[in-house]
């Protein structure tokens, strides 16, 4: 089966009317792309739209190193921002999240190398559970804090969505 098969999670229901197939092309560990997901599906809910999701597969850093990086560090050396600045983004992505329903633990926290998360999340799909391992993997990284490289941790995740 292809990446593009869908599960009930994956199909918002609607009042009436066809669903519409939206594709969205993210990575695990992109704090903006959870946050956007979570905005869209709270306007399908406002709108009683109903939507087909096809996640895609994005590395934002496909070079990262097995260890990843710390993430302050990271954007400092990516983007240059200071410290102050991390800071200041990273209590309004918190924010942000909280105000649609999902949440950053705040603190020290790692950027990760996802190309196993993107395996696992292929594999998924082919088994109709991409939605739930995504949103699985979000939650994970940014409210768990735990490391979406590891295979320890990758299995344990396939696991609590039932795979």
Not at 13 to 26: C, F, H, K, T, W
Not at 33 to 39: E, N, T
Not at 112 to 138: C, D, E, I
């Amino acid at each position: 089966m292809s990446d593009e098969r869908t599960n009930r999670n994956e199909q918002h229901a609607a009042a009436d009317g066809p669903a519409l197939l939206v594709d969205i092309v993210s990575d695990v560990v992109c704090p903006w792309c959870v946050i956007g997901y979570k905005h869209f599906e709270q306007a399908l809910g406002a709108v009683g739209a109903a939507a087909r999701i096809r996640w895609r597969a994005f590395e934002l850093n496909p070079d990262m190193g097995p260890d990843g990086e710390d993430a302050a560090e990271h954007v400092a050396r990516k983007y240059g921002a200071s410290a102050e600045k991390h800071a200041a983004a990273q209590a309004e992505i918190a924010a942000l999240g909280a105000a649609v329903g999902f949440t950053f633990t705040p603190g020290p926290s790692r950027m990760r190398n996802t190309f196993r998360a993107h395996q696992l999340l292929r594999w998924a799909g082919t088994l109709g559970a991409k939605h739930t391992v995504k949103l699985a993997l979000f939650k994970a990284h940014f409210t768990e804090r735990r490391n979406v490289d590891d295979p320890v941790v990758l299995t344990e995740i396939a696991a609590e969505a039932g795979l």
